[in-house]
């Protein structure tokens, strides 16, 4: 009984005991819930009250999207209309920065490199030039090919900020036709953006020829799409359309056939090939050799497609452009100061020999001489001694300044052509040669000029400036590509101030070139009779240059031309057969 008890009455005890501890709980309990709710509603006043117009801002950007919509570039077409520049449908890779965080974007970047051929460095270093928190798409890769976009759109489905979208893309239907002259497209570069605030990231411009020259008319004007996008970025309705304006179409003063005829003819070889209308100037073909394809800066260039293009010699390099000694093509330019000068008739005559000594040096003719002759035949048979002797006559003044005049230097405007990298010939005078090399002017100095040698330069170029004249009846073309500048004020031909005897004699020696003297090739019946000169310029310690210059047909000429094979040879030999399967092509209607 006493032990029973004793248990009942510690169990009473017991039970008072809690009864009393009991409200404690309750408190600290409440206390934890409200804290917590205190932190909870602190933290929400600061979200919708402090940072609300931010988050609003952010929501509203997550969910309202501006897509821009590129314009297409205008097609380039040759004369005949053949396309030579022209746009196709193609798929590109976006990125929208703000989808992912820094470090998001680094893991999705290494996923999405192998898909698209570009390296995560590159993906990367996009996103950074336009800011991990920029609400416009950047472009990563263009041109991506069908299994390429099948592979990213399922790989990259559960991805936020990654798109792709068809757009329109540059390609060359001729491949490295005309390479140098309609250059090359790429996206505008940091540099390019600064420069010009209009462009939109991402826009596509020239980079070289007349891509870069007309870039303006031939880019047009970006549009935009203002869309609503769901939480996984698909888009459910259109809110606003501004439409892109396609970049104006031009016309070209190029053949596309006459220049794959000039390319064709050069081959592999380094030189150039120009091609004028000869009553117009406007440019019919320009070849440049070694050349490219300007098809792959449509996309991402490859490594292996760029260290092909390194291991030739300067393919970029448009030659037609560049200073060559021109030999004896420069005959003409001597032939026309004797003349224009007044120290010579059209029908005087001077005797020839084997050799001629000035200044205790000689300077040697071709054979044994060619007896008394006049300028038609001196032409004919490219006799040293006879232009020795007019170059002494007239001098180095004379010279150049005829030469300027039959567009040899910066009479020849290279503003009107539009393309860069181009440089002028170069006729020096005895007062350029001090200021240049600090040396007087000798005797010698005027010999050689007067065959095309020494320090004189001529790019292909102006040697079809200059026979584009004789042929014309004495007028200096203005080179153009543009179909739209042709018989305009800007290009209109200016007289070059021979008279028309002078012309006549010289035009007449250029046919007798063809007909019995060093460019006979061009005789083999295939062709109209045609004038030319041929050249052949010294180059110290390696193989001369071959150059030939002419025009076609001889009676009522339409196109001029000149050709330069460097290390070729002779010219007879090299760049005559280039002219004939050019001349080949023109006159095959």
């Known amino acids: 009984m006493v032990t029973g008890q004793t248990s009942f009455f510690s169990k009473i005890s017991t039970n008072k005991t809690d009864t009393k501890r009991s409200p404690i709980r309750p408190f600290v309990v409440m206390s934890i819930v409200t804290l917590l709710m205190g932190v909870c509603g602190a933290r ?5 009250i402090v940072e609300g117009e931010d988050y609003r801002q952010r929501a509203e950007d997550n969910r309202i999207r501006l897509i821009p919509i590129p314009a297409a570039r205008g097609n380039l077409v040759d004369r005949k ?13 976006y990125l929208w920065p703000r989808e992912q965080g820094k470090d998001q974007w680094q893991e999705t970047a290494k996923k999405l490199s192998p898909l698209i051929d570009v390296s995560p460095e590159e993906i990367l270093k996009k996103i950074e030039e336009t800011g991990y928190t920029s609400g416009m798409p950047v472009r990563i890769a263009q041109r991506i090919d069908p299994e390429a976009f099948v592979t990213i759109a399922e790989a990259m489905a559960d991805i936020p900020g990654i798109e792709v979208r068809a ?5 060359y239907p001729e491949g490295n036709t005309g390479a140098h002259v309609l250059g090359y497209i790429g996206e505008a570069t940091q540099e390019d953006l600064m420069a010009n605030p209009d462009y939109p990231m991402g826009i596509i411009i020239g980079k070289m020829g007349i891509e870069k020259t007309i870039n303006p008319q031939l880019t047009g004007v970006w549009g935009n799409r203002l869309v609503e996008v769901n939480a996984n970025g698909e888009e459910i309705r259109e809110l606003g ?12 003063t190029l053949d596309a056939e006459v220049q794959k005829a000039a ?13 004028l209308d000869v009553k117009t100037g406007g440019v019919l073909a320009m070849a440049s050799g070694p050349s490219f394809d300007p098809n792959i800066f449509t996309r991402n260039v490859k490594a292996a497609e760029w260290q092909r293009l390194q291991e030739l010699e300067n393919p970029f390099l448009n030659r037609a452009l560049q200073g060559y000694p021109p030999g004896s093509t420069f005959k003409m330019v001597t032939a026309a ?40 035949d001196a032409l004919a048979y490219s006799s040293n001694t006879f232009f020795y002797q007019v170059g002494m006559e007239v001098g180095p003044e004379a010279i150049a300044e005829w030469g300027g005049k039959l567009g040899i230097g910066e009479s020849t405007s290279l503003d009107i052509l539009g393309l860069d990298g181009g440089t002028h010939g170069m006729i020096p005078t005895p007062e350029e040669k001090l200021r240049m090399f600090n040396e007087p002017w000798y005797a010698g100095d005027s010999v050689t000029m007067g065959i095309g040698q020494g320090m004189v330069l001529c790019t292909p170029l102006e040697l079809a400036v200059m026979s584009a004249a004789f042929a014309n009846g004495g007028n200096r073309v203005k080179p153009h590509f543009l179909a739209s500048q042709s018989n305009t004020p800007l290009t209109k031909p200016e007289p070059v101030g021979l008279s028309p005897e002078a012309i006549s004699v010289i035009k007449e020696g250029m046919v007798a070139v063809v007909q019995k003297g060093t460019a006979r090739v ?40 000149a050709v330069v094979v460097e290390n070729g040879g002779y010219g007879g030999v090299a760049a005559a057969p280039v002219a004939l399967e050019v001349y080949r092509t023109y006159f095959k209607k």
């Open 263 to 275: 390319e064709r003819a050069l081959g592999s070889r380094r030189g150039a090939v120009v091609v």
């Open 337 to 376: 100061a004797g003349i224009g000068t007044g120290k010579y008739h059209p029908d005087s005559y001077l005797g020839t020999s084997s050799y001629i000594v000035v200044g205790g040096i000689a300077f040697h003719e071709h054979s044994g001489g060619y007896g008394v002759i006049g300028f038609r």
């Open 522 to 561: 061009l005789n083999d019946g295939t062709i109209p009779l045609s004038g030319g000169k041929t050249g052949t310029s010294e180059v110290l310690g390696q193989p001369s240059h071959a150059l030939f210059v002419g025009f076609a047909p001889a009676v009522n000429p339409e196109i001029s031309i």
């Open 81 to 93: 209309g053949k396309l030579m520049a022209a746009n196709r449908l193609a798929r590109a890779v």
């Open 167 to 171: 757009e329109s893309s540059r390609y």
């Open 241 to 252: 359309v501004r439409s892109a304006i396609s970049g104006e179409p031009l016309k070209l």
């Open 44 to 48: 929400l006043a600061q979200l919708q």
